[in-house]
């Protein structure tokens, strides 16, 4: 499975004419896309925020660049991370599913999670806690209520040291089981998830980078 879900390109007014996809014959639109215009204001290589693929219709996240010529945009390329194949990358290597690995957008959407991906992607962490933390750009733990209305320990890693100020990598536990988990093993895990996480995404974001700026 590939790392990438669509690789494509659309002129400044947001009409893909190029894509991995089949393009249906009525043709695709972008220009409403949050990302597009933040990256036709900035004029320069951008993440952007969960969305749902207009033409393959599955969730991820985009990056893009703009294709410019005596200072105006006359392309705008993207590449869409698959968050289905990056939820597989960070799959732990035990079944201890009361420990996850998670990444979020800061308004709480997960983006991806290391088991049940299919459940979670594009869903939203209702707690206050988790959201007012994401929001305010905190890091380090937060107790809040999961996906599934269990409490959990959030162990939260904003993502800016590679200029990605709206992502967090987060490693959470169910509260439950800290009371059964020795203290040793437990710091063993997370620590070993934080890695995984922090590996895959960097190896992503990075590759994403070289297909837009050096096809």
């Not at 969730?59 to 705008?76: Q, R, T």
């Not at 997960?110 to 459940?119: C, G, T």
């Not at 594009?122 to 929001?135: M, V």
């Amino acid at each position: 499975e590939s790392r990438y879900a669509s690789i494509g390109a659309a002129t400044p007014d947001g009409t893909i004419f190029c894509h991995s996809g089949t393009i249906p014959p009525q043709g695709v639109n972008i220009a409403d896309r949050k990302w597009f215009q933040e990256m036709l204001a900035k004029r320069e290589f951008i993440q952007g925020n969960y969305v749902v693929g207009r033409i393959i219709g599955a969730p991820i996240l985009v990056f893009a660049y703009p294709s410019m010529e005596n200072g105006e945009v006359k392309a705008v390329v993207f590449a869409a991370l698959n968050l289905a194949w990056f939820s597989r990358v960070l799959e732990p290597t035990h079944e201890k599913i009361y420990a996850a690995a998670y990444l979020f957008h800061q308004d709480g959407i997960v983006l991806a999670r290391s088991y049940d991906w299919d459940a979670a992607i594009g869903r939203r962490i209702e707690d206050k806690r988790l959201l007012d933390a994401l929001g305010a750009g905190k890091e380090g733990p937060v107790l809040a209520k999961g996906l599934t209305g269990i409490e959990n320990l959030y162990v939260l890693k904003r993502l800016k040291a590679v200029g990605l100020d709206s992502l967090y990598f987060a490693v959470s536990v169910d509260t439950n089981a800290l009371m059964f988990e020795a203290f040793s093993e437990l710091k063993t895990m997370l620590i070993l998830f934080a890695l995984i996480a922090a590996l895959a995404y960097f190896a992503a974001w990075q590759g994403s980078a070289i297909a837009i700026l050096r096809p």
